[in-house]
């Protein structure tokens, strides 16, 4: 069983700072997606990463996918509180298709 | 933008009735699952069905669970005698790739058992 760690678990900063966050494991994925999450609400699709070293940016979210394909990153750049929200990874490995997700961050901008 | 819906948003049910959540997936997607999310929990795989069978599922997708696509819109998760622990959100996704396995979730259904 494929286990998803994110770090930090949570993660409170000022308007306009930087952040980053992690997603890490010890298995290879195919493919990994990050998922924003609001309180009583379904995960709702950022990005999804498919080859290893692979960078996308989604505004003033950057996210990595590790060359081994075993880890990845969303750095936020000049958070705004609407960024506040849990932020999940989660990832298939081989031909399944089912998504393992982690724990979450949970990440509040203060104004 | 197209979405996956679900009904009912909230079901309240007494232990040992059964319970049926319905979902409206992404139209023209081939890929449907549930997925559950016990509160203050991990989301959870369930079970996954692809041209009207089970592809995979969790161990937690015992006897109790069943899924069914009735018609060409809907897919549906039954609880056939719901136990207080099933008490959880559940997501419906569905994706259109067999590539890449990016999945779209629904706002969910919460489930209280009493």
């Known amino acids: 069983t494929q286990l998803l760690e994110q770090s930090p678990q949570f993660l409170s900063i000022q308007e306009g700072e930087n952040l980053t966050v992690y997603c890490n494991s010890s298995s290879v994925f195919s493919s990994l997606q990050w998922y924003r999450q609001e309180p009583g609400e379904g995960p709702v699709l950022l990005v999804t990463v498919v080859t290893g070293g692979e960078v996308k940016k989604l505004k003033r979210l950057t996210f990595q996918f590790g060359d081994a394909r075993k880890d990845s990153s969303l750095h936020i750049t000049a958070a705004q509180p609407g960024d506040t929200g849990l932020y999940l990874c989660?990832?298939?490995?081989?031909?399944?298709?089912?998504?393992?997700f982690g724990s979450g961050t949970q990440l509040t901008v203060l104004p | 933008e197209p979405e996956v819906t679900q009904t009912p948003s909230h079901q309240v049910t007494q232990m040992g009735q059964e319970v049926i959540l319905r979902c409206v997936p992404i139209?023209?997607?081939?890929?449907f699952y549930w997925y559950r999310q016990i509160l203050g929990q991990k989301v959870e795989f369930l079970v996954s069905f692809y041209n009207n069978e089970i592809s995979e599922k969790s161990e937690i997708f015992d006897d109790q669970f069943s899924v069914e696509r009735p018609d060409g819109s809907n897919f549906t998760l039954k609880i056939r005698s719901t136990k207080l622990e099933d008490s959880a959100m559940y997501f419906c996704a569905s994706t259109g790739y067999w590539g890449i396995n990016e999945q779209y979730f629904g706002p969910g259904t919460r489930l209280t058992v009493t």
């Open positions: 989660a990832a298939s490995s081989g031909s399944a298709r089912q998504l393992t």
């Open positions: 139209s023209n997607h081939l890929y």
